[in-house]
């Protein structure tokens, strides 16, 4: 079973800046992706970032230049900074993953999501 943590939301000023984390856990033989979605009041989920492999990153057009990516393979945690937040940037942030329980058995996870509030 894979098991996604998220943590590092909270409350910050607007032009501030959030740094969150997802530990993963679980019986894993491959990660193809992880990624970063968000989930704002009445709208749906977006993707906010995506790593595919170790190198292919993908970044929505509203967050490019803005946010970075990044995993520690070592610590099985995958990272997202977010920088000069706007207040409509307000959402509970998922982490996702998706890779292989066995040559045959894939799977893609989910977890409970943090939330972060951008507000003066």
């Known amino acids: 079973q894979v098991q996604l943590e998220e943590s590092g939301g909270g409350l910050v000023q607007p032009g501030g800046s959030l740094r969150l984390s997802c530990a993963v856990s679980?019986?894993?033989?491959?990660?193809?992706?992880m990624a970063w979605y968000r989930q704002a009041p009445g709208k749906q989920r977006e993707l906010v970032t995506e790593?595919?492999?170790?190198?292919?990153?993908k970044y929505a057009d509203s967050v490019e230049g803005r946010s970075t990516i990044s995993r520690d393979h070592a610590k099985d945690t995958v990272y997202l900074q977010m920088n000069r937040l706007k207040p409509e940037e307000t959402a509970v942030y998922y982490c996702s993953e998706r890779g292989q329980l066995t040559s045959a058995s894939f799977f893609t996870a989910w977890g409970q999501g943090t939330k972060g509030t951008v507000s003066s």
């Open positions: 679980g019986n894993i033989a491959k990660i193809d992706a």
């Open positions: 790593i595919e492999g170790s190198a292919n990153l």
